[in-house]
């Protein structure tokens, strides 16, 4: 008897075949037969009607701390997602000091937008060491499976004290920060990651310890990767928003040149104000292959929802001339909101701008959609798009926005999406990139940013708009790109396909349905700090290891993931291997 059948489902194994029906039989938590079943199993999972597809597969994510006060990484979980990957952008939480605490954890909230009082109530460091992380986290009961990256803003730090935010590190710093990698990888680090995008800040506003490397010491890290199996690079250089630079698409073929792995970034970014960018980031792959290495694209491919309001501000807030309406209290906020002159302050001040969010947010007004809206007598708003409110009351969208925020005492939010009103020319380049064969779809930043975007929610957004709506790609098609594509990028052993042997990884999902609700704002983070939410339409079943850890948008208390340690969960794939 198996302990586990899944029977009557469409089974799309993740490797491009097509579909058939078939039942699945499990135990021990691996797939050990796919087709006509001759034995019974103790648990019947019957997905008639529905198919059965691989767990899928995040290669970026931010769950560094959430994993300790949620082992099921919510949302991803209630959308199909069985395996992550964390610590990426040159963010860990070790190795770490108890002098150092302090700056990774605010340094953390800083870049990836989390509520910095549910890390100090959420986390508590039991390690210095990066052996020491990984252990504390193996020793928890898992929903997910999850594999680590090594942060260089935390080795650097680890070599370097307070230093690492101030100047280039000495010979011997450099090579303290190999060893202290070295050491990482040793114990089941997945790689290297780092960013030196100026943008990204510490807690106290200075630029993140890799913006003040240099050149040779990304390349003698990389390198130290080609010295440990199962490894691999990911990095987000500095000129990532203007396209790249000659000085960086060289430097990232360096460093996958000098480890002989790949190394990945996120994301491209399509502009029709710059209509070259993504052509120029693509680039950079082919300048890596003629230098040995491999540089891969990790597109976020979801037509994601974006969400601001006029109450944490947390985007409104950036916007130049902005910031001093967030600095009253709030019913002084929506008092001032009420003035004309307040108004016209506001505009002026994008006016005046002529780069940056603030053209973008200016011209948009008018896409943005009502969500979110906690007073009842206003739920007749949620859904609809400020365009027609203004229509309808007769005044700008700019005006429609903040009499909206205002009546609502700024308890709501307004959701733009990624291609949301996307014209013939963003819809061809985002086509382009979504197919071109250099791009690793998938990318989600998931835990991160929580306060105005859930990417997690990726697999089942996709499977609604690019399959089903747009036919884009086939059921087929996408649920390859989410599975055995990044399960061959990072060498991950018997995941991303169902066959006899794999891990019993499965999500199962209404084709007919399946998608992405809208967001949510709940308060379950420690110390009740917020975040936005998703919850799945038409996912049925997430098994992990062959036991159910979602059933209809519920989690189980099954807690059947594992810890995944570079060289002995995944294999070692070098730069040359894999499509261009």
Known sequence: MYDAVVTNGRVIDGTGAPARVAGIGIRHGRVVAVGDLDESGRVVIDAGGLVVAPGFIDLHSHYDAQVFWDATLTPSCLHGVTTVVGGNCGLTLAPVSAADQDFLTRLLARVEAIPVEALLAGVEYTWSSYPEFLDAIDAKPLGLNMGFMVGHSAVRRAAMGPAASERAASPEELRAMCAVLSQALSAGGFGFSTANVPTQVDGDGRPTPPNFATPEEFVELSRVCGEHGGTSIEFIPGSFLQGFS??????????????????????????????????????????????????????????????????????????????????????????????????????????????????????????????????????????????????????????????????????????????????????????????????????????????????????????????????????????????EIPARLYGLRDRGRIEPGTWADLVVFDPATVDAGPLRTVNDLPAGASRLMTESVGVHHVLVAGQALVEDNKVTGVRAGRLLRSGRDNDTVLAREGPP
């Not at 505009?347 to 940056?356: F, K, Q, S």
Request: proline letters at 5%; a negative charge.
């Open 246 to 483: 000659d000085e960086d698409m060289n430097l990232m073929a360096d460093m996958s040149a000098a480890a002989n792995r790949h190394l990945n970034w996120n994301t491209p970014l399509i502009n029709r104000s710059n209509p070259d960018i993504y052509r120029r980031q693509l680039s950079a792959s082919d300048m890596a292959r003629e230098k040995g290495g491999r540089v891969v694209p990790l597109f976020m491919a979801q037509n994601g929802p974006t969400q601001q309001d006029f109450l944490r501000g947390y985007v409104y807030r950036s916007l130049p001339g902005w910031g001093w309406l967030f600095d009253l209290p709030v019913p002084e906020r929506i008092a001032a909101l009420r003035q004309p002159e307040t108004r016209k302050r506001l505009r002026d001040a994008l006016d005046a701008e002529t780069t940056g969010l603030a053209v973008t947010m200016r011209g948009s007004w008018g896409q943005h959609i009502v969500n979110d809206v906690r007073d009842p007598k206003l739920r007749h708003l949620e859904g609809r798009r400020i365009s027609d409110i203004a229509a309808e009351h007769n005044v700008s969208d700019f005006d429609a926005v903040i009499d909206v925020a205002v009546a609502a005492d700024l308890e709501v939010g307004f959701v733009r999406y990624s291609f949301g009103n996307a014209d013939e020319w963003t819809t061809k380049a985002r086509a382009e990139v979504l197919k071109d064969p250099r791009v690793v779809l998938g990318a989600s930043d998931a835990g991160a940013h929580m306060d105005m975007m859930v990417g997690a929610d990726f697999p089942t957004r996709c499977l609604g708009e690019l399959v089903r709506e747009k036919g884009i790609f086939t059921l087929e098609e996408m649920i390859h790109q989410f599975t």
